[in-house]
């Protein structure tokens, strides 16, 4: 009994954590088709949802089509952003002077500009090529993914190095045991944070040229073709696109280190 008692209170947990975004959706959307309608405003200023949702609907194939080239664009640069910060962070926690040498770099990186790097690299490699826009995104991802594991590797417990020391554990035991293991509540904070940034990042790259399929370029083209709802409609083909990818980190979380979850609901 008391089995199904919990069930059902984490089930009845479960609803009201999801129910109060919906209803302020809701009224937000209505309360926007309203302002709309009664001021009479011209979509080039500010389409209806209602347009939004019938131009969504309608092209649903192309939406379908240009969110998934800008998925794929993001998801590269994701893995390669994630992949070359755990590297760096691993360096950085073994060595002073690589942590020295190279969070400035990683720091200058974040602070360029998506609009100043693009056209650079633009330049650098093939226009019509999916590479300038996947190495935007890795370079936008790797900061927040740097900057995140290297704070958990290093912000060990020093009683726990201690301990590790007293044992004459080599210093890649000590990683294997003690530092990886406390890195990965922060891994995931910074793939969180992450995830949308490489959705944003690759949209943004869109703009400055190269093949039209993306979401970018497509809200582009429609705005200049004054198909406003249209371009509204890819806004939020963008604004699924990075919900998903911030979902699907989350669940992976939730399933790869479900103790971290317990952990902070204690």
Do not use: C
Not at 65 to 78: I, P, S
Not at 214 to 238: C, E, H, K, P
Request: hydrophobic content about 55%.
């Amino acid at each position: 009994m008391s089995t199904q008692t919990a069930a059902q209170s984490r089930r009845t947990g479960r609803f009201s954590g999801i129910w109060p975004p919906i209803l302020i959706a809701v009224l937000f959307l209505a309360a926007w088709q309203i302002f709309v309608v009664a001021r009479d405003i011209q979509p080039y200023l500010l389409p209806a949802p209602s347009l939004i949702v019938t131009n969504f609907f309608t092209d649903l194939s192309l939406m379908w089509a240009a969110a998934f080239y800008t998925g794929t664009t993001a998801f590269l640069g994701l893995v390669l952003g994630t992949v070359l910060g755990l590297v760096m962070a691993l360096l950085a926690s073994r060595f002073i002077v690589v942590n020295h040498l190279v969070t400035p770099l990683a720091a200058g990186l974040a602070a360029v500009p998506i609009i100043a790097l693009t056209p650079i690299l633009n330049n650098m490699f093939n226009i019509t090529s999916r590479t300038p826009r996947v190495l935007v995104t890795m370079i936008i991802v790797l900061f927040p993914m740097f900057v995140n594991v290297t704070r958990g590797l290093l912000q060990v417990k020093p009683v726990q190095l201690e301990l590790m020391r007293s044992m004459n554990a080599h210093p890649r035991t000590t990683l294997k045991v003690l530092r990886i293991p406390n890195a990965i509540p922060f891994f995931f904070t910074g793939l969180k944070v992450a995830a949308p940034l490489a959705v944003i990042a690759a949209l943004v790259a869109e703009y400055f040229g190269g093949p039209q399929e993306g979401l970018g370029s497509r809200i582009a083209s429609a705005a200049a073709n004054t198909a406003y709802g249209r371009a509204w409609a890819y806004v939020v083909a963008s604004i699924i696109t990075g919900l998903i990818f911030y979902l699907v980190v989350v669940a992976v979380e939730k399933w790869t280190t479900p103790w971290t979850g317990r952990t902070r609901s204690t």
